[in-house]
């Protein structure tokens, strides 16, 4: 098993940045592929972005490419979401989720453990 913790939200004026972390528990940690959702009010959970447990293989949704970059530390049982060029409809509670294999998923069911979200609030 793994517990996730997100940290890193906040407010943010259009155009600036956030990075947010995501902090897993286990000596496992490099075992799992790792991804970031976001859920905005009254919207469907999303996928944003998602990382092979080596590191090597990323993949983004088309409407965060170029602009948010998904990285990990395994050595500090860390993931990371780098956002840039942060606009308003990137508004939403964000979530990283993990699944023990060796694919990255785009569907949050095909994830097994999720943490608590951390609010992003970009402002116009």
């Known amino acids: 098993q793994v517990q996730l913790v997100e940290s890193g939200g906040g407010l943010v004026l259009a155009g600036g940045s956030l990075r947010l972390s995501c902090a897993g528990s286990g000596r496992t940690f490099s075992r799992y592929a790792m991804a970031w959702f976001r859920q905005a009010p009254g919207k469907e959970r999303e996928f944003v972005a998602s990382i092979g447990w080596s590191g090597r293989f990323t993949y983004y949704a088309d409407s965060v490419k170029g602009r948010f970059a998904i990285s990990r530390d395994n050595a500090k049982n860390t993931v990371y979401l780098q956002m840039n060029s942060l606009q308003p409809e990137d508004t939403a509670v964000y979530y990283c989720?993990?699944?023990?294999?060796?694919?990255?998923?785009?569907?949050?069911?095909?994830?097994?453990?999720w943490g608590q979200g951390t609010q992003v609030t970009v402002s116009s």
């Open positions: 989720a993990a699944v023990a294999t060796t694919y990255t998923y785009t569907e949050p069911h095909e994830y097994d453990y």
